[in-house]
């Protein structure tokens, strides 16, 4: 189980305070709900990388065990995607040069595959913000409503968006929706 969490850091602080950054406290389980001190255990860390244009760092990500149902809990900075290595505001700021035809740092295989999962990904992220009461309805255009949508995620905050949008419909921005483009 992953948990999507506020540092209040970017990628560049959070790699040099590594195992010192503040980790949360949880008081209960978010898997079974249990309370009680002592039923979640740290269990250590594993290190993945975290990607911009600049950089490329191996951080900690801390991990939890529940005693009471036995899932582990990772603890992931709201700045990273689950099971991506390129930053949110990395790969946004991609897809938004793509979307405005300007010319983006990426190599052009993996700007093409993050445009593509954006576009994939339009209704789930039409329907979050459905959720939200902010839009209605939706074109036939689907770069209109690309570009429509990404102004929406940077006027809502990259690291919000994605904290917020965590598990809508079961799902998490940039997964694969199951549908090709």
């Known amino acids: ?9 970017g990628l560049v602080e959070y790699g040099e305070r590594g195992k010192m950054n503040e980790f949360p406290l949880l008081d ?65 700021g991609w897809v938004n040069q793509v979307l405005q035809k300007k010319k983006a740092k990426g190599g052009r295989q993996i700007l093409r595959f993050y445009y593509r999962r954006f576009l994939k990904g339009i209704n789930w992220i039409h329907s979050f913000f459905i959720d939200l009461g902010t839009v209605s309805g939706m074109s036939k255009d689907i770069i209109k409503e690309a570009k429509k949508y990404m102004k929406m995620i940077l006027d809502f905050g990259e690291s919000p968006f994605l904290r917020r949008s965590w598990g809508h419909l079961t799902k998490y921005f940039m997964a694969n929706q199951f549908y090709h483009i």
């Not at 244009?53 to 995607?81: G, K, M, Q, T």
């Open 1 to 9: 189980m992953i948990i999507s969490h506020d540092f209040g850091i």
């Open 28 to 92: 209960k389980c978010p898997n079974c709900n249990c309370h009680g001190h002592g039923n979640l255990h740290r269990n250590g860390y594993y290190w993945r990388y975290g990607v911009t244009d600049d950089v490329a760092l191996l951080i900690p990500i801390c991990r939890l065990r529940c005693l009471h149902c036995e899932v582990n809990i990772s603890i992931l900075p709201d700045f990273l995607i689950p099971y991506f290595q390129h930053t949110i505001h990395t790969v946004l």
